[in-house]
Nanobody, 121 residues
Framework: QVQLVESGGGLVQPGGSLRLSCAAS????????MGWYRQAPGKQRELVAV???????NYADSVKGRFTISRDNAKNTVSLQMNSLKPEDTAVYYC???????????????WGQGTQVTVAS
């Protein structure tokens, strides 16, 4: 059984900053990648940022230069530092982990419950 627990969402003014955090816990054997997705009302869920090991990272073009993803491999956590936020960043942000467990060694995707980020003046 695996849980991803997110924290750090909220309301922020345009140009402001927020930091999201996610902790993975449970019967984890290995984590291959962790990342963040978001879904705005009426839109499909989209990739925001992903990291395999905290060094190799990929970002959506819309957040490059503003968002930074980091990972603590020892603690099974991933964070997303969001700077220079824009109203179009408003969405529910979901933590994602690509991992295997001791009971099922095949890889699969796990999701957090989502945290709301609202950028408005």
């Amino acid at each position: 059984q695996v849980q991803l627990v997110e924290s750090g969402g909220g309301l922020v003014q345009p140009g402001g900053s927020l930091r999201l955090s996610c902790a993975a816990s449970g019967n984890i054997f290995s984590i291959y990648a962790m990342g963040w997705y978001r879904q705005a009302p009426g839109k499909q869920r989209e990739l925001v940022a992903v990291t395999q090991d905290g060094v190799s990272t990929n970002y959506a073009d819309s957040v490059k230069g503003r968002f930074t993803i980091s990972r603590d491999n020892a603690k099974n956590t991933v964070s997303l530092q969001m700077n220079s936020l824009k109203p179009e960043d408003t969405a529910v942000y979901y933590c994602n982990a690509d991992l295997s467990t001791y009971t099922a060694l095949s890889r699969r995707q796990y999701w957090g419950q989502g945290t709301q980020v609202t950028v408005a003046s």
